[in-house]
C-alpha cells in the first residue's frame, strides 16, 4: 500500500509522544503501507522506522527563561519543517501532543497554501483550558485523533472530527493486574528538566522516611532525559537504589508509587498501583489551576473515575512528609486500600478497547487515501 511519492509526515515532540509515534509508524507498516515516513522523533519512533529529519529533542525546554530565549529558534524550526512538508509533496501529516509547537505549524502549513491532509494525534486539553484552541483545531485539521472518550466527546460537541476507539495502554496492560505486593516504593521525578530538579529534593526525604519505615524506595531515571540531566540525577542519588529502565517496569515491582503526574499516573492506573500526584510550586502551571477550578481534579485517574484515587499534593503541600504520610495511610489503612483499588477499577474501565494503535493507523490512512485538493 502505497499513498503518494510525498509519503507521510509525522512529527512529535514530548517523550511521550515519541512513543505514540513509534507506535503509529508500526502499525502503518502493519497495515502493508510501503510509503516513505519522515518528521521530526526520537530514539523510539526512530527505532520503529521513522526517518527522522530532525531530533525532538530541539523541542526538550529546560523552563520559561529558556522559551522565551529559544523563541526565534523554534519559529525557524517550524518554518523548515512547514518548508520540508511543502517540498516533500506529502498529502498527509501527523502532529502528535506538542500544541504549543503543532498548532502555529499547521497554520504555517495552510498559509504556505499546502491542502494536504492534517491529523492531530494526542489533542490539546481544550477541555480544560484554552478553549479557543478549538478554532484552530477546526480550521487547520481534518481529524483529531484524542487519547481519552471524553475529550472525543468534547470536540465532536465543539464541531470537530474526531474519532477514538481506546487509549493505546490499553493494549499495553492486558489481562488482570496482579496484586501489589513486597516493600518498593517507586519514587518518580518525572521526565522534564524543571520537574526533576524541583521534585527530586522533596522525594529524597520522603525516601529517607520510607527507609526508616522499613520500606524500599527506588528512585525512576526515565530513559530518554539529556545525559547530563541523568549524570546530575546520579550524583544527586548517591546511595539510593536506581531504576533507568521503562517506569512501567518499576511500577509492577511496587507496592505504591509518588512523584509527577502525567502518563506515569496512568501507568500506575492500568497496573492498579496506588500513587501520590506531587505538583511543586514552579509545576503548578495554568493547566494545573485550570483543572482545578473545573473539576476539582488534575491527575487523569481522578479526573476519569470522579473520585479522589491518588492524593494531588500542589505547591506548599507536597513535601516529602507529606507525601510519605499519605503512602502510609494507604499501606496501613485496608479500607483506604479497598477504596482505592474500586476507584482505579472504575477509572481503567474509561480506557476504551484495545486496538488504539491499529485505530489510528486505519484513520491517517483513510486520510491518505482522500489526498489533498479541496479540504471541505
Keep these: 500500500m502505497n499513498a503518494g511519492a510525498g509519503g507521510i509526515f509525522v512529527n512529535s515532540g514530548e517523550l511521550s509522544g515519541d512513543l505514540y509515534a513509534a507506535s503509529l509508524v508500526r502499525s502503518l507498516r502493519s497495515k502493508g503501507y510501503e510509503g516513505r515516513l519522515f518528521g521530526m522523533g526520537g530514539a523510539r ?7 527522522v529529519v530532525r531530533d525532538s529533542s530541539e523541542l526538550h525546554l529546560m523552563g520559561v527563561g529558556e522559551v522565551v530565549h529559544a523563541i526565534p529558534r523554534l519559529i525557524r524550526l517550524r518554518n523548515d519543517l512547514a518548508d520540508l512538508v511543502v517540498r516533500s509533496g506529502t498529502g498527509v501529516v501527523v502532529l502528535i501532543d506538542s500544541p504549543d509547537f503543532h498548532l502555529p505549524l499547521a497554520s504555517a502549513l495552510r498559509s504556505r497554501g499546502w491542502v494536504g491532509r492534517a491529523v492531530c494525534l494526542v489533542t490539546p486539553t481544550v477541555w480544560a483550558w484554552r478553549s479557543g484552541r478549538t478554532r484552530a483545531l477546526a480550521r487547520d485539521f481534518d481529524l483529531c485523533l484524542p487519547l ?8 465532536l460537541s465543539r464541531g470537530i472530527r474526531s474519532a477514538w476507539r481506546g487509549h493505546p495502554l490499553v493494549d499495553g496492560f492486558p489481562g488482570r493486574p496482579t496484586p501489589p505486593s513486597g516493600r518498593i516504593v ?9 520537574e526533576v530538579k524541583r521534585l527530586l529534593p522533596r522525594l529524597l526525604e520522603c525516601a529517607a522516611l520510607l527507609s526508616a519505615r522499613g520500606l524500599s524506595p527506588v528512585f525512576s531515571i526515565a530513559p530518554g532525559l539529556p545525559c547530563d540531566l541523568v549524570q546530575w540525577m546520579r550524583g544527586e542519588l548517591r546511595g539510593m537504589e536506581m531504576f533507568e529502565g521503562e517506569g512501567r517496569e518499576l511500577l509492577a515491582s511496587c507496592v505504591a508509587a509518588a512523584g509527577a503526574s502525567g502518563t506515569a499516573a496512568v501507568e500506575a492506573m492500568m497496573l492498579d498501583r496506588f500513587m501520590v500526584v506531587t505538583y511543586s510550586a514552579g509545576m503548578v502551571s495554568r493547566l494545573a489551576w485550570s483543572l482545578l477550578a473545573r473539576t476539582g481534579r488534575v491527575s487523569l485517574p481522578n479526573i476519569l473515575s ?3 484515587i491518588y492524593p494531588e499534593l500542589i505547591s506548599l503541600g507536597a513535601t516529602g512528609s ?7 495511610r494507604y499501606l496501613d489503612d485496608p479500607s483506604r486500600r479497598a477504596s482505592v483499588h474500586v476507584g482505579l477499577a472504575a477509572a481503567r474501565g474509561m480506557m476504551g478497547e484495545p486496538g488504539a ?3 489510528w493507523a486505519e484513520s491517517v ?7 489533498g485538493g479541496t479540504r471541505r
Design 322 to 328: 507529606t507525601v510519605f504520610e499519605e503512602i502510609v
Design 357 to 359: 494503535s491499529d485505530f
Design 148 to 155: 481519552f472518550g471524553f475529550e472525543h466527546e468534547f470536540l
Design 45 to 51: 519512533s526512530a527505532a520503529s522506522g521513522l526517518e
Design 186 to 194: 517507586a519514587l518518580l521525578p518525572g521526565s522534564r528538566r524543571s
Design 365 to 371: 490512512l483513510a486520510q491518505a487515501a482522500v489526498g
Design 306 to 308: 470522579g473520585v479522589d
